[in-house]
């Protein structure tokens, strides 16, 4: 998944992105597994414990991997993601 691709064709194309798809798919469950540890484990867990300096720290990490994406692009993608997670942390925790 990390090695460079050239697709030629449409259909190359979208096979690259799938595989790049499932691996995401695959990252964000492993993320959001390890989140709902991190709930379990803060003083405040859930929304009222988020760390915005920290969030704001793992966006500017991330563009230095993701440049052509940068810090605006990825904050909100972030963002969504870390709010998934808070959300899922939530519901299991009423289970």
Do not use: W, Y
Request: glycine content about 6%.
């Amino acid at each position: 998944m990390l090695r460079p691709e050239t697709p030629a064709t449409l259909p190359e194309c979208r096979e690259a992105i799938d595989r790049v798809d499932a691996a995401l798919a695959t990252l964000l469950e492993r993320r959001a597994d390890l989140a709902g540890t991190v709930q379990r484990l803060k003083p405040v867990g859930g929304f009222a414990g988020r760390d915005m300096a920290r969030e704001r720290a793992l966006v500017a990490r991330m563009a230095l991997r993701a440049p052509s994406l940068g810090e605006a692009r990825l904050a909100p993608i972030m963002n969504a993601v870390i709010e998934a997670g808070l959300h899922l942390a939530e519901e299991r925790a009423r289970q």
